[in-house]
């Protein structure tokens, strides 16, 4: 199985911050990482797909990048509603792994 | 409305067993991928199953091979997992995903979420 490592696991920050949250395969996906976004009592919601495509209605603010084995989440401009747990996923192959999570919390 | 919404959760004894479903609506459900995600409290997100629009591919997570059978109805527009034999880690939020590619092996993102169902595993 594909092993994914994110880091950090959580993270203190300010609204305005810009904020990285990196993720790392056990081998080599291509780009086939997604980022979700998890507020409490509420399902994921896709926001980057394919490393770097931003999904439908998903603010600017939000960018993904990366290839390979290594890849990156980036929030500029950290707003109130961007306070959350973000999980990176890969489907290169089954089983579908997730990253055990980022939670961003208030500072 | 793109909406995914789940039902058939529940507390069942360990061994036994449950049925869950999906109800789709919003997007054409036969030309797409769909999978099964769970969550045990307060955890991270585990893939339990996926199929693609056809049934001609069906994958599993280890944990849940040979217990859990994903299907789908597409004249229902409707997801299914069987669950047998269950365990009590097997207690979980079960969310059904929409995929937004058609196959398993075209390795799409997880674009449409349901609210979930849990399933609570305990004597």
């Known amino acids: 199985d594909i092993q994914m490592t994110q880091s950090p696991s959580s993270l203190s920050a300010s609204v305005g911050d810009r904020v990285t949250i990196t993720c790392r395969a056990s081998?080599?996906?291509?780009?086939?990482l997604h980022w979700y976004q998890q507020k409490p009592g509420k399902a994921p919601n896709l926001l980057i797909y394919?490393?770097?495509r931003l999904q439908t209605g998903v603010p600017s603010r939000f960018s993904g990048s990366g290839s390979g084995t290594d890849f990156t989440l980036t929030i500029t401009n950290l707003q109130p509603e961007d306070f959350a747990t973000y999980y990176c996923?890969?489907?290169?192959?089954?089983?579908?792994?997730f990253g055990a999570g980022t939670k961003v919390e208030i500072k | 409305e793109v909406q995914l919404v789940e039902s058939g959760g529940g507390l069942v004894q360990p061994g036994g067993s449950l049925r869950l479903s999906c109800a789709a609506s919003?997007?054409?459900?036969?030309?797409?991928?769909m999978h099964w995600v769970r969550q045990a409290p307060g955890k991270g997100l585990e893939w339990v199953s996926g199929?693609?629009?056809?049934?001609?591919?069906?994958a599993y997570a280890d944990s849940v091979e040979g217990r859990f059978t994903i299907s789908r109805d597409d004249a229902k527009s409707s997801l299914f997992l069987q669950m047998d034999s269950l365990r009590p880690e097997d207690t979980a939020l079960f969310y059904c995903?929409?995929?937004?590619?058609?196959?398993?092996?075209?390795?799409?993102?997880?674009?449409?979420w349901g609210q979930g169902t849990m399933v609570i595993v305990s004597s």
């Open positions: 081998q080599s996906i291509s780009t086939y």
């Open positions: 919003g997007f054409t459900f036969d030309d797409c991928a």
């Open positions: 394919a490393a770097s």
């Open positions: 199929i693609s629009w056809n049934s001609g591919s069906i």
């Open positions: 996923q890969q489907s290169y192959s089954a089983p579908r792994t």
């Open positions: 995903i929409k995929d937004n590619r058609g196959s398993l092996a075209a390795r799409g993102a997880f674009d449409i």
